[in-house]
């Protein structure tokens, strides 16, 4: 595992790198066109020093310099990078102790975040489960009762039932020729 601080100085190291490619890149595409055509218009003179060939009248302005278009250019280095901001002057003289210790602090303050959010969700799905819950004993008593309903209506129905026969026995001995 990569300690912060080799983390931070490999970093500084590609950061650094990067602007240095950046650089050369942009200094060879502005100023390589020009050194390629003074060299090119060089060679060609001397293989056209014998012709006669009448010399050009260019009425051209001169080209700008890279200083004119962007003044601040040529003071721009590394190690000037970040002196005017005393945030980040500050932030560059910490120890490596204060800013192990400042990472434990914010991660510290991040679990308690963790933390609360998780105590949150644990009470709201208890609050949940405890209405499913009397919701469910709802249902069960409501069960209970309709069961009970259906044991006194068969009950009835037995008893009905009986009294229909009886009535139906006695009917028949008095001389009834129903069903």
Not at 19 to 43: D, E, R
Not at 152 to 177: D, S
């Amino acid at each position: 595992m990569m300690s912060s601080g080799s983390r931070q100085s490999g970093n500084y190291y590609c950061v650094r790198s990067c602007l240095m490619g950046i650089g050369i890149a942009l200094t060879v595409s502005i100023f390589g066109p020009a050194l390629y055509w003074k060299v090119n218009k060089g060679t060609k003179l001397g293989h056209h020093t014998s012709s006669n060939c009448p010399p050009c009248i260019c009425d051209c302005p001169p080209p700008l310099s890279i200083l004119k278009i962007v003044p601040g250019l040529a003071n721009l280095s590394t190690e000037d990078c970040g002196k005017s901001d005393p945030e980040l002057q500050q932030e560059m003289e910490k120890q490596y102790a204060e800013l192990l210790m400042e990472e434990l602090k914010l991660q510290e303050v991040v679990a308690q975040e963790h933390i609360r959010h998780m105590n949150a969700t644990y009470r709201e799905a208890r609050r949940v489960a405890s209405q499913y819950q009397r919701e469910a004993e709802k249902c069960t008593i409501a069960i209970e009762t309709c069961e009970e309903a259906r044991e006194n209506a068969e009950a009835l129905i037995l008893r009905e039932m009986k009294l229909a026969l009886l009535w139906q026995q006695r009917a028949h001995k008095m001389g009834w020729q129903g069903e």
